[in-house]
């Protein structure tokens, strides 16, 4: 064999690896971490942000995946800060994620945030509200997709004000609570016409609230906006309805979870008079009810038995920043960010489109205010609510002069 006969098997044999190799990388997965709560008093947001995450996944992998490789999920339990951050330690070691997905609160989304910057990675929290996830602890890495504590004020506000003189608060003593509280008595001032009677803060994890519903009964306020979430919110609705509260003061909830209506029950539902929605299927939105849907072809048996805000939060998230890596065209961290930053999402899901925006991270999008609909006017099961106002994002968020300083100059 000549010198150049060697050479040239040589040069065939190293271009052979070479395209292995290349096929290899192409069939190694992308990896999302997810940190859910799929236990505790948010346990059950966990479960219908499994399941939004699981359809946006598995209709990009049907497209043909991201950059020629199939997405796959790696799913952790992480209801409290610390847990959370343990496992996306492990899971950024050990899985390689391109990025991360976190539910569980504000506390939980709080520390993920600080995470995230520490270690240049993505964290999207899918289920908080609190303001300071766009304010004191935004960062470069992190984004907030549900509408923050001010965008939940000025679409609910100004209708709940119509339904009385006097409000008193019932408040989770934590950062989410204390968040929403803070906007809504910012809006109330403004409106004027209305005065505050009184707060309760509750602490986390409180079932037995018979001693707050005597108090409040006894200082006779027009309305009661509720600011508890999770499980203490269904336990809160359940002995609002035995004492019958709400036949002396109109119950307002500015964030209410579809799964909290559901756990209740169509009759106990109307117990409130008015509530703020994320999202709806019913809502004048094209995509709206084709995802709904897609949804019951995809999970006849789920729990609940149409969408909920927390599927939708979870399916955006995760399908928006997977098509900003295929605009990227990589799974460079800085180059994902800058895919996202002021992208406008037409798909939505809503009334008008989305934006995720640069200054601050966070997602502007409409919001919902619902009544509750009579049981005996449901066309099928989930058909609880009547819509009384669409909000449009652009309308009620914060304006992103007012924020300071700008994450997508970092």
Known sequence: MTIWSRLSQGIAVAASAAFLISAAQAQETLKVGALLPLSGNYGFLGVSERLGIDMAVAEVNAAGGVLGRKVEVAYEDA??????????????????????????????????????????????????????????????YSFLVPAPSSMIANAVIPEAAKLGKTVMFLTH????????????????????????????????????????????????????????????????????????????????????????????????????????????????????????????????????PVPTTNAVNAYLGVRETLRAITRAGSTDTDK???ALED?????????????????????????FVFRMKAPNTAKEPGDIYELVSVAKGTEIVVPATERKGDLSTQ
Not at 88 to 117: I, P, R, W, Y
Not at 251 to 274: C, H, R, T, Y
Not at 277 to 303: M, S
């Open 336 to 338: 994902i960010v800058k």
């Open 343 to 367: 992208f406008e999402v037409k798909d939505a899901l809503k009334p008008n489109p989305m934006v995720i925006r640069g200054k601050d991270h966070q997602w502007v999008q409409d919001f």
């Open 79 to 140: 209801g409290t800060p610390a847990q959370a951050t343990r496992k996306a330690t492990q899971m950024l070691e050990h899985d390689k994620v391109a990025f991360f997905v976190n539910g569980g609160g504000s506390a939980v989304s709080a520390a993920m945030f600080e995470f995230a910057q520490r270690n240049k990675v993505i964290n999207l929290a899918i289920d908080p509200n609190a303001e300071e996830l766009v304010t004191s602890k935004a960062n470069k």
């Open 173 to 304: 003593d934590y950062s989410f609570g204390h968040a929403q509280t803070a906007e809504q008595r910012r809006v109330f001032k403004t409106a004027g016409g209305v005065s505050e009677v009184g707060e309760i803060k509750v602490p986390l994890n409180t079932r037995d609230f018979s001693s707050q519903i005597i108090a409040i009964r006894n200082a006779k306020p027009d309305m009661l906006v509720v600011n508890v979430a999770g499980v203490d919110a269904t336990a809160l609705f359940e002995q609002i309805w035995e004492f019958e509260l709400h036949k002396a003061t109109k119950i307002v909830v500015p964030l209410l979870d579809f799964e909290d209506s559901w756990a209740i029950g169509p009759e106990k539902n109307q117990l409130i008079a008015l509530a703020g929605g994320e999202w709806h299927y019913q809502v004048p939105a094209k995509d709206a009810a084709a995802f709904k849907e897609k949804y019951q072809q995809l999970y006849p048996k789920a729990q609940y």
